[in-house]
């Protein structure tokens, strides 16, 4: 009864080569329907921060394809509505935050919910239209400029973010040059406070 936790089925007339866009998509989404209540950030690939870096949500989509188009995709978005800080374990209580805390009230999580489903719905059709999010996601993104390390699976990526590319990958400026990751885990970013 305190926070938001979602999956969105959805059958996007869409191609393959734009499937990406759709995490980008939902993120915007979810960024909307917060931004009623507090300023919310978006951290590459898939989370919801705020401008000094404390996670308030996170977003993971599934994508099935067939030949050139996506068939079915699930969209899954949690975020920290009612959990306030002194209720969550250490040490998640340092560096998560919820909507109500940066409220100073609980919030509403069904108009919440209408809010995200109706952007939700939004972000889709513009995508399916042939929109790119990627300017706008590019502005929210608080990773863009902050010094990164990147989970990539086969080891650690480290470098300054500059870039999200034109399919959604992280572009990092490495001792060794340019590297661009297309999925990882970010494990150390330094957020701008005031960005």
């Known amino acids: 009864g305190l926070n938001l936790a979602m999956s969105v089925g959805i059958r996007p007339a869409l191609p393959a080569a734009d499937a990406w866009k759709l995490g980008l998509a939902a993120a915007l989404a979810a960024r ?8 919310v950030r978006l951290k590459w690939p898939n989370d919801l921060v705020t401008a000094d870096g404390r996670k308030l949500g996170g977003l993971l989509v599934e994508t099935a394809i067939d030949g050139d188009a996506v068939t079915d995709a699930v969209i899954g978005i949690g975020i920290n509505v009612n959990w306030r800080i002194a209720d969550m374990p250490a040490p998640l209580s340092e560096t998560a935050t919820s909507l109500a805390e940066l409220a100073g009230a609980d919030v509403n999580r069904v108009a919440l919910l ?26 929210a993104c608080t990773t863009i400029g902050e010094p990164v390390t990147i989970d990539v699976g086969s080891g650690l990526v480290a470098g300054t ?11 990092i400026s490495t001792a060794d040059g340019i590297v661009t990751v297309a999925t990882g885990q970010v494990v150390r970013a330094r957020a701008q406070v005031g960005r």
């Open 32 to 39: 909307e329907a917060c931004g009623e209540i507090a300023e």
């Open 114 to 139: 209408s809010r995200l489903l109706a952007g939700l719905d939004a972000e889709i059709a513009q995508v399916e239209a042939g929109a790119s999010p990627l300017a706008r996601y590019r502005a």
């Open 161 to 171: 973010a500059v870039d999200v590319d034109d399919h959604g990958h992280l572009v």
